[in-house]
């Protein structure tokens, strides 16, 4: 947000009041909306050793940009000179129980159902920063999910909450269902407390992961986690899981809905993440058949974004395929001639799950003028599966 000075430690005399520029700062986080603040130190020396571990496994995927940078993650003077403190602020998402899902229904990840989080929480995060400049004329650097920064391990170093073994930070005066935004000080200013783990013997998030995703303790394989499979992979998803993401189309909130500690949580009171229209309301044929204009329309300022028109549509047509109702039948078809070769791709594949046999003329007349040979292969593998 700004160019910064150099560091600015307190000395011995200053001290007495470093604790009263903390709790002002903690005061006004809290006054602009955050449910949750705290201060952590700007280097995490044993962060990094396990950063390093879980990219030398590939678990990181196709998502490249973990691997820039990654020696900057910990330590946040590397991406904002002298820094010497990390604010770190976390805001309550959580929308309440979920109702279940029809099988034409596709479920969206909680936490995107919203206005993005990163404008929401961008615009708290700058009432603050306008109130470091003004009150103590700091310059402060503000990231929302959005540099190379290790967002929860600072989380956990500033008291926020622990670590779960979902990979998820989990507050013991809430749940897991918070999203998280940080301010870089150049001031050195006492760290909090960093919390302890609570998740003890249960392993409840681990036997709920419908993909397995978590391999060990506290360690996510992205390859396998559906909310990298719908969100970040920008391919084709390997068949082997297709059926596995049953009908999540944006994200998973399996591992959260499961955490004894949620129980705890409470309905955000922020308007901006409530289920915002029309993908509300839209069933998973609707979802299918929409148009790019209106797909930019119906996620405009919205994190669903990410997923991209034909990623977006890819995870509608996996849903189809694993809905078991022929009501999807038509919708699949008309998909087979898509621009998007990712959606006829997945629409081949989805008519071959369905199995219902009407599918074998179109599948045989889209093989025949089909030039992609990743979605050949989809509607040869969809036809094997008809017996045609």
């Known amino acids: 947000m700004h160019t910064s000075p150099d560091r600015l430690p307190l000395h011995p005399m200053e001290k007495s009041h470093a604790l009263e520029m903390r709790e002002a700062i903690r005061e006004q986080a809290r006054s602009v909306g955050f449910d949750r603040v705290g201060f952590a130190p700007a280097k995490l020396p044993s962060e990094a050793p396990r950063l390093a571990e879980w990219l030398a496994r590939g678990y990181h995927g196709e998502m490249a940009w973990m691997e820039r940078n990654s020696g900057r993650r910990a330590d946040g003077e590397r991406s904002f000179a002298g820094t010497g403190t990390l604010l770190c602020c976390g805001l309550n998402y959580y929308q309440g129980p979920r109702e279940p899902a029809s099988a034409l229904k596709g479920v969206i990840s909680t936490y995107a159902q919203g206005d993005d989080y990163h404008d929401v929480l961008g615009e708290k995060l700058k009432q603050l920063a306008r109130f470091l400049s003004d009150r103590f004329e700091l310059?402060?650097?503000?990231?929302?999910?959005?540099?190379?920064?290790?967002?929860?391990?600072?989380?956990?170093?500033?008291?926020?909450?622990?670590?779960?073994?979902?990979?998820?930070?989990?507050?013991?005066?809430?749940?897991?269902?918070?999203?998280?935004?940080?301010?870089?000080?150049p001031i050195v200013l006492p760290p909090d407390a960093p919390e302890s783990d609570h998740c003890g013997t249960c392993h409840r998030c681990m036997d709920a992961c419908p993909t397995a995703a978590i391999v060990e303790p506290f360690v996510v394989d992205s390859r396998l986690c559906i909310s990298y499979l719908t969100i970040e992979l920008r391919g084709f998803v390997p068949r082997h899981l297709r059926a596995l993401i049953g009908?999540?189309?944006?994200?998973?909130?399996?591992?959260?809905?499961?955490?004894?500690?949620n129980r705890f949580a409470e309905k955000s009171e922020e308007a901006a993440f409530f289920p915002r229209e029309p993908l509300a309301s839209l069933d998973l044929i609707a979802m299918l058949r929409l148009s790019r204009d209106e797909y930019l329309s119906a996620t405009k300022g919205s994190a669903i974004r990410r997923a991209r028109y034909?990623?977006?549509?890819?995870?509608?047509?996996?849903?189809?395929?694993?809905?078991?109702?022929?009501?999807?039948?038509?919708?699949l078809v008309e998909a087979l001639d898509h621009a998007e070769p990712l959606v006829r791709g997945h629409s081949a594949w989805a008519l071959g799950r369905l199995g219902e046999r009407q599918a074998l003329a179109p599948l045989r007349q889209r093989l025949g003028r089909e030039e992609k040979d990743v979605v050949r292969e989809e509607i040869e593998w969809a036809l094997r599966e008809l017996g045609g």
Do not use: M
């Open 247 to 261: 009908n999540r189309i944006y994200g998973c909130d399996d591992c959260q809905d499961v955490c004894p500690w």
């Open 139 to 185: 310059p402060a650097k503000i990231y929302v999910d959005t540099g190379p920064l290790l967002e929860k391990g600072y989380a956990v170093a500033a008291g926020l909450g622990w670590l779960g073994k979902h990979g998820n930070v989990i507050s013991r005066r809430g749940s897991s269902w918070f999203f998280l935004g940080e301010i870089l000080l």
């Open 310 to 331: 034909a990623g977006f549509l890819r995870n509608v047509a996996i849903a189809l395929g694993n809905s078991g109702d022929s009501r999807a039948l038509p919708a």
